[in-house]
């Protein structure tokens, strides 16, 4: 079979061959209508492009880092298959590395995307520093998921966890809830910190101060869940609801309440954070506050190639939603 060229892609989409290569090489914009009809042609003919090639031409390695936290994590999921749908359509390709909620396997891992010569990265959570990440990453284009910095040459999308933390645990004080204990997640991690805060106002809103002995901490995982609950009912503390910091512990402490014979939601309800596609599905169904992840994800791809294309993004915060589902009781239309 003879070598598809990009005179015969021009020829059949009608175009001229200078459009042809700039949709393949995706450098430069170009009309909607021209795009399709040189993919469509490429589509037809078989045409694979040699990225080896391409990369030796541009001066670049056609490859976007992506550095994660902890492989295998709903949310860290959902965003890294954000990210992959928003890249599918151009010709970059993702590379992966986990930096397991470790600042030096962290470190280690941006160090190897670099040495890669990607060009260009999504940095997804994590615990380096700023300098760090500038001494790493020497002028590479970044944008920053699931956090935000205060240097305004980082573009970050970031979710409004303090709006999140006050909706969950406002849904439970319209339910009549008034002992409220939250697993709060890692003690240093800004999620938890602002999720706390949120809970906080909530609180201070109606009055309440908030008890320290309700607040447990937790490290995000199912078995800080069960810690959590379990150190509770040890201490003989009275609450009737959970706010849990994210959908993981939500099953850890369901799974604890069970344990202990208290049903949810009839004797302590439960709330999360996340919405996880298995939130709906454990008994009862969970209400949680769902934080749209996957397109977090995509809009990192779309900033990123926006970045390597000389156009602009500013930073963006996010807005999740409460999804109520059967694991709240309503107190306040409870008999007496």
């Avoid at 936290?69 to 990210?83: E, K, L, R, T, W």
């Avoid at 908030?210 to 003989?236: C, H, M």
């Avoid at 190639?305 to 993004?313: D, N, V």
């Amino acid at each position: 079979m003879n070598k598809v060229t990009i005179d015969d892609i021009a020829k059949v989409a009608g175009v001229s061959k200078s459009t042809v290569s700039r949709v393949l090489h995706g450098k430069v914009a170009v009309h909607p209508d021209k795009k399709n009809a040189v993919l469509t042609a490429t589509r037809r003919l078989g045409f694979k492009p040699n990225i080896v090639a391409q990369s030796l031409a541009s001066g670049r390695s056609m490859t976007i880092g992506v550095l994660t936290q902890n492989m295998g994590s709903p949310f860290y999921d959902a965003i890294a298959q954000g990210v992959i749908a928003g890249l599918a359509s151009s010709n970059y390709s993702p590379i992966f590395a986990d930096g397991q909620w470790q600042i030096p396997k962290e470190l280690s891992a941006l160090q190897s995307l670099v040495g890669r010569r990607v060009d260009g990265l999504v940095l997804i959570g994590g615990g380096i520093s700023s300098q760090q990440i500038d001494d790493t990453c020497d002028g590479l284009p970044i944008v920053i998921v699931a956090r935000t910095f205060a240097e305004s040459h980082y573009r970050c999308i970031s979710m409004d966890n303090i709006a999140g933390g006050y909706a969950a645990t406002r849904h439970l004080l319209d339910r009549g809830h008034r002992k409220i204990a939250i697993v709060r997640g890692l003690p240093t991690h800004a999620d938890a910190i602002e999720r706390y805060q949120g809970y906080v106002r909530a609180l201070e809103e109606l009055g309440m101060v908030p008890d320290p002995r309700l607040v447990v901490e937790s490290d995000f995982s199912p078995e800080s869940g069960i810690t959590a609950v379990n150190e509770l009912v040890k201490r003989g503390e009275r609450f009737s609801a959970i706010f849990a910091a994210n959908d993981l512990t939500a099953f850890g402490a369901r799974l604890a309440l069970d344990q202990h014979r208290l049903r949810v939601p009839d004797d302590v309800s439960l709330i999360g954070f996340d919405d996880q596609l298995e939130s709906a599905y454990i008994t009862p169904p969970l209400t949680t506050y769902r934080q749209p992840a996957r397109e977090m994800g995509q809009y990192a791809a779309d900033a990123i190639l926006k970045l390597l294309q000389g156009e602009e993004f500013s930073s963006l915060q996010v807005h999740g939603e409460l999804v109520i589902r059967h694991s709240v009781r309503d107190l306040s239309t409870a008999s007496v």
